[in-house]
């Protein structure tokens, strides 16, 4: 595994760590977590871990395994998505099934903690409630609050990144991608099926204290290029460029292949 510092702002950390396999990966992304999950649970008796959809969950494998399955204090994990689709919990196409079938059915994490959207409600009713939830576990300080820019401040964010560039349900040239008050949105023209979903905002993704960018494969290599190279090839960012950790660690977890485009890589 090679690893190399990657540009950040000042108050934040941003590492770049390549693996030879997705197996590597997996192993070193599984330790990570296990110990920012101990690390929180002695500081604030609570972890808040979100999660994306898409190809995030395999690489949670590990976690499922011993040491890791015996040694992690799952009580105290608090779940949540950073997007989701718009579709019953037991439809293909959501994430939280996805993260059910791959790793919540796998680990005793309690059912009250894990907190999924409401998919009786549409779109716009999926993301007020979302917001509404999050708000409450704020009170109720299961969830921490940025004093940099106030808005909530998850411990861990769990992240993957489209081949387009796109996080979360964030995409390209969308005006979702400025929203500065909200901390959940919706969209109903996701160019990537299915069109409705809802999504944290940026406001909210970049107040995390740590993020995990897992990125892998040669489909991804030019956002990531274009993330990572020194100097801004156009005025038009990419969502993947618009993450930006206001007071908090960066790790980019990736493979040969996704960072192939990078110079001194
Ligand atoms: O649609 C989505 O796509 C992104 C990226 O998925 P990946 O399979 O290319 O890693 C995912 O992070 C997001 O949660 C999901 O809704």
């Not at 964030?170 to 999504?199: A, C, M, Q």
Request: net charge negative.
């Amino acid at each position: 595994m090679a690893t190399a510092p990657a540009a950040s702002d000042a108050g934040s950390k941003s590492k770049l760590l390549v693996f030879d396999s997705k197996e590597d990966l997996a192993v070193s992304l599984a330790k990570y977590t296990a110990e920012l999950s101990e690390k929180f649970a002695a500081e604030r008796g609570a972890f808040t871990v979100v999660l994306s959809g898409g190809s995030l969950i395999d690489a949670l494998s590990k976690l499922t395994e011993p040491p890791y399955l015996e040694s992690v204090d799952w009580s105290k994990w608090h779940v949540f998505w950073v997007d989701e689709r718009v579709v019953p919990k037991d439809h293909e196409d959501s994430n939280y099934k996805l993260a059910f079938d791959g790793f919540l059915s796998k680990v005793p994490i309690p059912p009250g903690q894990v907190y999924a959207i409401n998919d009786a409600l549409s779109a716009e009713g999926a993301a007020d409630d979302y917001e509404a939830c999050l708000k409450q576990l704020v009170k109720n300080g299961v969830i921490a609050m940025s004093t940099a820019t106030g808005f909530p401040r998850f411990d861990l964010q769990l992240l993957g990144m489209g081949p387009d560039g796109h996080i979360a349900s964030l995409f390209p040239g969308h005006p979702l991608v400025n929203e500065k008050e909200r901390w959940v949105t919706y969209i109903k023209d996701s160019p990537k099926p299915p069109p409705e979903r809802i999504t944290f905002t940026f406001p909210v993704i970049n107040s995390s204290a740590y993020i995990a960018m897992v990125v892998t494969g040669a489909g991804k290599a030019g956002p990531v290029q274009k993330a990572l190279s020194d100097k801004q090839t156009s005025s038009d960012l990419l969502p993947i460029e618009m993450a930006v950790l206001q007071d908090g660690e960066f790790t980019w977890f990736t493979d040969k292949p996704a960072v192939s485009l990078l110079q001194n890589k």
